[in-house]
């Protein structure tokens, strides 16, 4: 099993019960990351930096921003609210540092 495949795997374990689809693109080194639901209709599509699949730290920021990104397709998280909860940290931080 290659590097990739294993890669592939782990998403789809975090992911689940989405399947994972990962293709590398002919047009350069990026991939095509699909997320398809059981009915295989693509739920979710990125292109992906081989550095985000690579690296730990970054591949951890993907995975989180994929389910985050999957509960607003599923109507169980709404944009402003990431937003607003992104302005409280900010708040936070600056009170922090005073």
Same mark, same amino acid.
């Given at each position: 099993?290659?590097?990739?495949?294993?890669?592939?795997? %782990?998403?789809? +374990? $975090?992911?689940?019960?989405?399947?994972? /689809?990962? *293709?590398?693109? &002919?047009?350069?080194? @990026?991939?095509? #990351?699909? %997320?398809?639901? +059981? $009915?295989?209709?693509?739920?979710?599509? /990125?292109? *992906?930096?081989? &550095?985000?699949?690579? @690296?730990?730290? #970054?591949?951890?920021?993907?995975?989180?921003?994929?389910?985050?990104?999957?509960?607003? *397709?599923?109507?169980?998280?709404?944009?402003?609210?990431?937003?607003?909860?992104?302005?409280?940290?900010?708040?936070?931080?600056?009170?922090?540092? *005073?």
């Amino acid at each position: 099993m290659n590097e990739m495949e294993c890669i592939r795997l %782990l998403l789809g +374990e $975090a992911l689940a019960p989405y399947q994972v /689809r990962l *293709v590398r693109l &002919s047009a350069g080194c @990026d991939f095509d #990351l699909r %997320l398809t639901d +059981e $009915a295989s209709r693509t739920v979710l599509r /990125r292109t *992906v930096k081989p &550095s985000q699949l690579q @690296d730990q730290r #970054l591949l951890v920021d993907l995975v989180d921003g994929l389910q985050r990104d999957l509960l607003i *397709v599923e109507g169980r998280l709404q944009p402003c609210v990431i937003a607003a909860q992104r302005h409280l940290q900010q708040g936070r931080s600056i009170s922090a540092g *005073v």
